[in-house]
Nanobody, 125 residues
Framework: VQLVESGGGLVQPGGSLRLSCAAF????????MGWFRQAPGKEREFVAA????????YYADSVKGRFTISRDNAKSTVYLQMDSLKPEDTAVYYC???????????????????WGQGTQVTVSS
């Protein structure tokens, strides 16, 4: 099982980035997916989640209206479109998968079985 994130980098405040997470070794289309982030000196926090069918999505209040999670089951890939980025969005972003809870998006990292290695996002002028 492998989750591989990409798309991170350095962006100015107000800019955009699109993160991707490619999945290997498990049934992606039957799994809910989530994005989490961890800033230096802070605990990991939930960002967004999407059900296996894309019918349900859920966002942290801090990113609602700015970030959009989506998935392409044919490509076994989940995306996080990040717009209107702020310096406080700076963190390592992780994608995660759960096959035990595919229908209702989960906000707790403890409910995800698989994790990626993370990709750095830095928002700075």
């Amino acid at each position: 099982v492998q989750l591989v994130e990409s798309g991170g980098g350095l962006v100015q405040p107000g800019g955009s980035l699109r993160l991707s997470c490619a999945a290997f070794g498990f049934t992606f289309s039957s799994s809910a997916m989530g994005w989490f982030r961890q800033a230096p000196g802070k605990e990991r926090e939930f960002v967004a989640a999407i059900s296996y069918s894309s019918l349900s999505t859920y966002y942290a209040d801090s990113v609602k209206g700015r970030f959009t999670i989506s998935r392409d089951n044919a490509k076994s890939t989940v995306y996080l479109q990040m717009d209107s980025l702020k310096p406080e969005d700076t963190a390592v972003y992780y994608c995660a998968a759960t096959y035990l809870h595919p229908v209702v998006p989960r906000t707790s990292g403890d409910e995800y079985e698989y994790w990626g290695q993370g990709t750095q996002v830095t928002v700075s002028s």
